[in-house]
Structures are given as C-alpha cells and as structure tokens.
C-alpha cells in the first residue's frame, strides 16, 4: 500500500492544479491580454474614456453606500439572532439567505414590479415626482438587496461560536451597550466583519442581472461598470469592454488580496 | 416592543430592541415586500392563465435546459470542489496558499466579466475554442456553454463548504482504518466521506441554486436560441422587454419557488452537518 | 483604428459635458440599439448650433438598447425627453401609454422619421453561398442570422420584409409567404435580442453565412470590418423602415425641456443633420443629400407595411400577437 500512497497526493495535487489552471486562471489572464491586444495606448485610452471614468465613479459612489448600510445591517442582524432567543429566530435566520440563492434578474424584477411607473407604487411616486427606477436610487436598491446577506454571514456564525460571556462579565461591571459593542463585541468580529464587507464590495461592485433591469443604461448617467463592459461589447469596442472589464478583474483580485491578508489575522 | 422586557435571564444583554428592530425593517423594505410584489403580480394572474405560461414549450424548454446545464454544472463543481477541498486540506506543496485564494476568484469576478472571457476563450478563434474546434466540438452557443458558465461561477461553493469539515475531522479514525490495513481510497470511502457528506451535500445545493439564478455569465454565452439555449432567467428578461409582465413574473416566481426549497434543504442540510460534528 | 480614434473624440467632446452639474439644458435621447455611432456624430453638432442660438449649454445624453425594450423602460419611468425609435409600434406603445400624443406622426415631416432604411444582407467575403435574394435565405446550406422578432425592431422588419417578399413571389399566397419565412427561421443559428448582438455574432463570433440587418448597419459594418471584406448585399425587394423620432411630451413637459427637444428632433432634418446622417448609411429625403450619395444606395424596390399588410395595427394583430403568425413560424419547427 505504501507505494500507491505515495503516488496518489501527486497525481491528485496535479490534477488540482491542472484543472484550476483551465477553469479560473486562463480566464482570468485573458482578460488582462484581450484588454491589452492592442497596446498600451490603446488601453489607457479606453480606460480614461469620459464614459468609463464615469461608469467606474458610479460603481465606486454605490459600493460606497450599500457597504455601509449592509455592515449595520449584518451587525444588527448578528448580534439579534446570536444574542437573544425570540420566536421566529430561525425563520429569520433563513429570510437573510433569501437574496443569496434568488437570481438577481429575478431581484430586479421585484422591484420593477414595485417601483416601476405601473408598478404598486409607481402611481404614488409619480405623484410625488420621485425617481427610483432609471437612477441611483433604484441601482443602489437592487445592490442592497443582492449583497445584504455578506456580513451577516460572515458575523452571525463566529458571534455564535463565541459566545456572550464576555459581554455578560460587561454589563455586570455596568458598561453601557455602545460600550460594550466597542470594546468587547467589535474587537472580536473584527476580521469577520471586514471579510464580510470585502466580499459584499465585490458584489456589489459587479453586480450586472440586478442592475440590468433598474438601470436604463443611460450612458455617463445610469452606466454601472459591469453594464458599460456589456455596453462596449455591443458597440463593437471589445477592447474596449475587456479594458473596462480588467478594471473589474483587479478590484477582484485586490478584494482576494485583501480577504487573505484579512484570513491570516483572524487566524 | 414589549418582548424586549428582560423577562428571561438570556436577556441581561442590551440592544435587543434596536437590533431585532433595525433587521426587521431592513429586511421588510429591502427584501420581503419587492418579494411580496411579485407574488402579488403572480397571483393576479390566476392559476389557468399561470399554468399556461409556465407550460407553454417554451418555457419548459428554458426550464428543462436552466435544470439541465444547472445539473451539470453542479456534478463538474461536486467532483472538482471535492478534489480542490481535500488537495488544499491533506497535503502540504508550493503554491498551496495561491491555489487556496484562487478559488474565490468566481466569487470577487463580477459575472459578467467572467461570461466575457469565457465566450471570447471558447468562440472558434479563441484560446479554448481552437484546440476543441478541429474535435468538432463547440461550446459556445450551446448547453454545454451554459453548462460552463453555470460551473465557473459556483466554484467556491462545495470546496468552501467541504473545507473546514475536512480540516476539522478527527484523524484518529483514519489511523486506525490504517492500521487495520484498509487502502487510503477505502478510508476515504469508508471514514471520511461519510463524515462529510451533510457538508458537500449542502455545498452541493447552494452550488445548484446559484446556477438555477445565474444570468450574467451566461447571457454571453448562451446564445438565447428559444427552444434550445434559452435559460429561464433571460426568459423572464424577454418576457419583461416584450413588455409581458405577466409572464415574467410566473416565470420568476417559478424560480424563486426553486431557490426557496432549496435554501431550505441547504438549511437543513447544514443542520444535519452540524449535529454530525457535535456528536 | 484612425476611424476609431476621430470618433472616441468626437464622443469624448459631446459627452464629456455630462460631468459638469451646471449645464443649462439637458435631455436624454433614448434610441434604438445599432443608433449609438450616428447620434455621437450628430449630437455635437446640434449641441454647438443650440449654444450659438441660445447661448444656453446642452447636454444630450443617450441610451441605446432594442427598442421595444426602451418603451417598455420609458412606460416604467425612464425620463426620455425625446424617442428616436426604428419602429412606430413603439411610438405607439408610449402614445397608449399616454406619454405622448396619438398624432405624433403630425409633429414632424416625413411621417415624423427624418430618415429611413431597409433590411438588407451582408456576406462574407465573395459572398461564398451566393446570396442575392430573400429565397436563397430558405435554403439548406444558408445560415441566415438576425435578432429576434419579439425583442428587435430590427428582427421585426426582417421577418416582415421576407414575408413581403413571398407575398410578390407568390402572387399574394399568403400559405406561401409563410413557407419562405418558416425555412428561413428554420436556418437561424442564433436569436439574439438586438441588432448589435448579432452583428457581433456574425462579425466576432464568424457565425453564418449571411448577417439581415437595416442597410445602415451593413455599412457600418463593412467600413468598420473593411479587414474581414464583408460585401453588401441589396434584396431585390425590401421593407421601408421608418425611423420615427417623437417628443416624449409628458416627460419634457414636466422638465420644461419641449422647447430644446423639438428643436433638436426638428434639426434633424437639416442638410447638415440629413448629410451626416446618410455618412452613417441611413437613406435621407433631402434631395441634395440623397444625390451626394446615390452611389451608396443602389436601387430596391420598397414597400411599406400599409401597402402590404394594411398598417402596424393589423400587423401587431395578425403576426406579432401571442399565437400569430410568428408564433407559427417562429416557436412550431
């Protein structure tokens, strides 16, 4: 048996490498070389595009809203579900999981299907002249629902795991609850916390089925980066889309970057 | 909120009220009632007319093919995700550490982008798609491209799930198989991959509900032949353009009947996993 | 890549002034999907003639997509000052809709479509399969490639052209017509939802054999691909697409911003607009201009949708409703 023993690790170690190699790090590298296909020139050129710098502001202004929200939101939602027991505890627990297995087009068809001007609401926005639906409002509203699970399931499973011991001893030397947040709870979800936020940034900043159906694609208004990428595709630009889809890929790996760094600390 | 009233000792901590608060109304306005609205849409339909739609050969079609290439996808990442979890967990090599961040790549890369490269690598001229050419196979344009797309973008998904049970499991088991002379495949088979059947099985789901969703990745390369490479999420993007909301909102409904009975059986799959681990 | 160069500039000046928040005057023109390179090219220019007439700044920004989708978006709230549509069904889908008037085809000249086309074929280089006409898209070895009839106006004008087509042919047997166009779904490769996807299809992805699209995108497409040696092919007979273009009342209305969109749907018809307009391949009315460009456009003969099927009303009826005749073409192969 020894022999096999021995061979087995290698013929599988290979096996791993060879298949991640054809299935995540070609497509990966392919961006980066349909993107620079016709040089450097070419490639700045696209990326400085008024259109594209645009596109890449308007990403960058959403993530800057939803991350925040979603981190309140993850952290309320932890420290309620790991700290108290209440009645519909676990159905609350599975209601959080919901827009993580919904197709986001299905997402974006839900709040049409409220907002849009023949939708449940729209006659009452209209009345009031207020814009969800075509502007940032509705972009940023699709986004908070694909990517609110991100925290909470990065926070709620180690706030469980550790307990509230610590914040017990807390309270009983009187700390108020702010406090006790701060100095007890936060140090320790931490790392949780911003991996939780790295991964809701990087959904947020690709988010494309959602946004697709909410957005109206209104060039140097309305133009997410991922729905610019389908944008320049279409125009015939395909150095130009994978230009603006290389910016996309390196957020992605700075993200993974980041998220390693961050593994390491929590370890 | 009188419930917040610490009645039960477990309540000594504060915030609940807060907490419990803010969740419930995030959750009402971001997620229940757009979801609400669809299932309002869907029931002003009435269940003939409903029938009729999510019936019609078309949208079976773009069922069966959603389920299909889903299916697929989910068994490539099974046998790949179960392979990546025990290389990166059991053996020690150079370039481990790269190989363990690069599975999340298809979760930090925007769909979209991934549908992009993927397309243009398997289109007749590209990297992929010149070596299966002159096999007479090709990808793009057919189940097998859905298949594909479906597959890169739920990679992380069995091997993030089977991982940590496998770092976790006691190795006492597998040394006594050893001594009693048992093969390493018959201590996998017999040890190890019982203990991690709830976990993979679990990753297993959430893989597949994620693929029955996907849109981004595949708009690109499907090639949205009704009848044949038409995914049930661009079905419903269709019906929506041809200004049918009555047939988007079945066929999403469909969908997120799907995805919920899924989300269960993950749920509890992961429940079970859990149980197993405590015993 | 020159070509590519003038153009990202000249794209660059017209929208580079979306960034200023002060802008006096500001519409958005939501438009078909292949119209993205003639409203850069024209934009500009009206951008210019309104600040020397005014000596208010503008700025237009654009959305492109199928255009029955862009109805559907502006019925649901997408704040369009002004349509420039390549299909009056849509037009009429926002008058119904109460977002402009019934008699919007009054407003302007021309029926209110200050330009037009037709569907027309490009081939591959020497044209290999020998495509002249629309029955040689039935046959066996033609892969024929085109948009999808029920997302695309493009795909619509295609479908309805080809009919036509069967209709002379055949001496008005409506079985018949509906034969020809049957084979020629039957050899589809890909639906794709616009008109820019399947160019991309046809030109990227060296799928078919023959690429049906408005004559202005096989111009467009041959100049941009001269490397690939696409050849234009003309059908011996073919579909007068109008390109209709409308206020979109309720919206400007509400924005103060009629005045600047009627000017600007108006300007359209000037030679200037009309000239720059027939460079991007679309057949103008402008005399002058049609004659510059005689060479560009060789000679069709051109029906209307009134004259063959008795008006858009009939044809959303008879064909383009659910279980219509393209649903019997279409989905039951």
């Known amino acids: 048996m020894r022999p096999q023993s021995r061979l087995a690790p290698r013929i599988l170690i290979g096996l791993a490498v060879i298949a991640t190699l054809l299935m995540i790090v070609v497509p990966l590298v392919y961006i980066f070389a349909a993107a620079f296909a016709q040089g450097w020139r070419v490639y700045a050129q696209n990326i400085l595009d008024p259109l594209t710098l645009h596109a890449i502001w308007l990403t960058v202004l959403v ?169 320049l595709f279409n125009d015939l630009n395909i150095t130009g889309a994978f230009a603006a889809a290389s910016t996309l890929t390196l957020i992605a790996v700075v993200t993974l970057l980041l998220k390693s760094v961050l593994e390491g600390r929590a370890r | 909120m009188s419930a ?94 790269i190989l363990d961040a690069l599975m999340d790549v298809p979760f930090a890369l925007p769909t979209a982008v991934a549908g992009l490269s993927l397309t243009a690598l398997f289109s007749a001229n590209g990297w992929f798609g010149q070596v299966l050419a002159p096999l007479g196979i090709s990808i793009p344009y057919t189940l097998l491209g859905v298949a594909i797309a479906m597959s890169f973008t739920s990679i992380p998904f069995v091997v993030r799930t089977v991982q940590p049970v496998l770092e976790d499991l006691d190795p006492a088991y597998e040394q006594a198989a050893r001594t009693l002379g048992a093969s390493e495949f018959t201590i996998f088979r017999r040890v190890v991959f019982p203990q991690i059947l709830p976990a993979y099985l679990a990753g297993c789901t959430i893989a597949l509900a994620r693929s029955l969703g996907e849109f981004g990745a595949i708009v690109f390369i499907a090639g949205n032949l009704p009848l044949k490479t038409e995914i049930a999420a661009l079905l419903a993007f269709i019906r929506l353009e041809e200004y049918d909301y009555q047939g988007a909102a079945a066929i999403a409904l469909v969908l997120l009947f799907f995805a919920l009975i899924l989300l269960l059986v993950s749920n509890r799959l992961q429940a079970w996993a859990l149980r197993y681990k405590e015993r | 890549m020159k070509h590519g160069l003038i153009r990202a500039a000249a794209f660059a000046i017209g929208i580079g002034s979306a960034f200023p928040a002060l802008a006096q005057d500001k519409i958005l023109n939501v438009s078909y999907d292949i119209g993205r390179e003639v409203y850069e090219a024209l934009n500009p220019l009206f951008v210019a003639q309104w600040k020397d007439q005014t000596g208010r700044d503008l700025t237009i920004d654009q959305s492109h997509g199928g255009s029955s989708k862009q109805a559907r978006a502006i019925l649901e709230g997408l704040p369009a000052d002004v349509v420039t549509f390549n299909q009056e069904i849509d037009v009429d889908m926002l008058a119904k809709g109460g977002m402009l008037p019934e008699d919007w085809r009054t407003k302007l000249p021309n029926n209110a479509s200050p330009y037009y086309s037709l569907p027309s074929f490009l081939v591959r280089k020497g044209n290999p399969k020998n495509i002249r006409d629309w029955s040689d898209l039935a046959r066996e070895d033609v892969a024929p490639v085109f948009p999808n009839p029920k997302t695309s106006g493009n795909g619509r004008y295609t479908y309805l052209a080809a009919y036509a087509y069967g209709l002379e042919k055949n001496g008005g047997d409506a079985a018949k017509a509906q034969e020809l166009v049957k084979g020629i779904f039957a050899n589809v490769p890909v639906f794709d939802t616009g008109g820019r996807a399947s160019t991309q299809t046809f030109a990227e992805r060296d799928i078919g054999d023959v690429l049906v699209t408005f004559e202005a995108e096989t111009g467009a497409i041959a100049k941009q691909y001269a490397d690939k040696g696409f050849e234009r092919v003309t059908p011996s007979l073919s579909l007068f697409s109008a390109f209709p273009a409308a206020v979109v009342t309720a919206n400007a209305d509400k924005k103060g911003t009629a005045e600047v969109s009627n000017a600007y749907l108006e300007w359209l018809y000037s030679p200037e607009a009309q000239e720059v307009i027939a460079q991007n391949f679309y057949r103008v009315n402008d005399p002058e201009v049609t004659a510059r460009h005689a060479a560009e456009f060789p000679e069709v003969k051109l029906v209307t949708v009134d004259e063959v099927f008795g008006g858009w009303d009939a044809v959303s009826k008879d064909h383009f409703a659910e279980g219509g005749i393209l649903d019997q073409v279409f989905v039951n192969r």
Not at chain 1, 84 to 89: A, H, K
Not at chain 1, 95 to 122: D, H, K, N, T, V
Not at chain 1, 159 to 175: C, H, I, K, R, Y
Not at chain 2, 29 to 54: S, T, Y
Request: glycine residues 8%; contains cysteine.
């Open chain 2, 4 to 97: 917040a009233a610490p009645i039960r000792t477990k309540r000594v901590l504060p915030g609940f009220t807060l907490s419990l608060g803010t969740t419930l109304l995030y959750m009402t306005v971001i997620v229940l009632i757009p979801v609400l609205a669809l299932i309002l849409k869907g029931a002003e339909i009435g269940p003939a007319r409903f029938w009729a739609i999510v019936s019609s050969p078309r949208a079976l079609a773009a069922f069966r093919l959603t389920i299909t290439a889903a299916l697929i996808a989910t068994a490539i990442n099974a046998v790949y995700g179960l392979l990546m979890a025990w290389v990166l967990t059991r053996y020690d090599f150079s370039g481990k550490r």
């Open chain 1, 63 to 231: 993530a800057l809203i939803v991350v925040p929200v979603n981190i309140a939101f993850g952290v309320a939602a932890a420290w309620a579900i790991a700290r108290f027991r209440f009645p519909g505890r676990s159905l609350l627990m599975t209601a959080i999981e919901i827009p993580f297995s919904i197709s986001p087009i299905i997402a974006g068809i839900c709040y049409l299907l409220l907002y849009g001007r023949q939708g449940y609401l729209g006659p009452w926005l209209e009345a009031h002249d207020i814009q969800i639906l075509f502007a940032l409002p509705g972009i940023v509203l699709v986004t908070l629902f694909v990517t609110s699970p991100f925290v909470a399931r990065e926070v709620l499973p180690l706030m469980q795991a550790q307990g509230s011991e610590q914040e017990q001893a807390a309270v009983t030397l009187g700390a108020s609850g702010w406090q006790i947040f701060r100095r007890v709870t936060l140090p320790n979800i931490r790392w949780a916390l911003l991996y939780g936020a790295v991964l809701c940034t990087a959904r947020a900043v690709g988010e494309f089925g959602g946004v697709s159906v909410v957005s109206g694609s209104i060039r140097g208004q309305t133009n997410t980066l991922p729905l610019h990428v389908e944008l």
